[in-house]
Nanobody, 123 residues
Framework: VQLQASGGGLVQPGGSLRLSCAAS????????LAWHRQAPGKQRDLVAT???????TYADSVKGRFTISRDNAKNTVYLQMNSLKPEDTAVYYC??????????????????WGQGTQLTVSS
């Protein structure tokens, strides 16, 4: 599965932005989609996830401000970000959790990552 993220940019505090991530390839193997972020000098953290059934989870730091959604017809996951804060500044990565049976008949669980898109929240 290949993931192409887009939508990052420079936003003032309190502003909004929507990130998109389009999946291609063996999309039938996707079990869940997620957004992660990594600020300079920090580890990559999970921001939000959405399963094939539409269940969502959020990091405490973004609850009530961010919304993850997906358009299955377009194989695209979105992250709507509102009330942005300077501490939201990071590179945002989309990820797809995969499950499939390989050529040897063995189950494989893996994760694919997109290339990352920069969000900067600053006045």
């Amino acid at each position: 599965v290949q993931l192409q993220a887009s939508g990052g940019g420079l936003v003032q505090p309190g502003g909004s932005l929507r990130l998109s991530c389009a999946a291609s390839g063996s999309v039938f193997s996707i079990t869940a989609l997620a957004w992660h972020r990594q600020a300079p000098g920090k580890q990559r953290d999970l921001v939000a996830t959405i399963t094939n059934g539409g269940s969502t989870t959020y990091a405490d730091s973004v609850k009530g401000r961010f919304t993850i959604s997906r358009d299955n017809a377009k194989n695209t996951v979105y992250l709507q970000m509102n009330s942005l804060k300077p501490e939201d500044t990071a590179v945002y990565y989309c990820a797809a959790d995969l499950y499939y049976i390989n050529g040897g008949g063995n189950p494989v669980v893996s994760r694919s990552w997109g290339q990352g898109t920069q969000l900067t929240v600053s006045s």
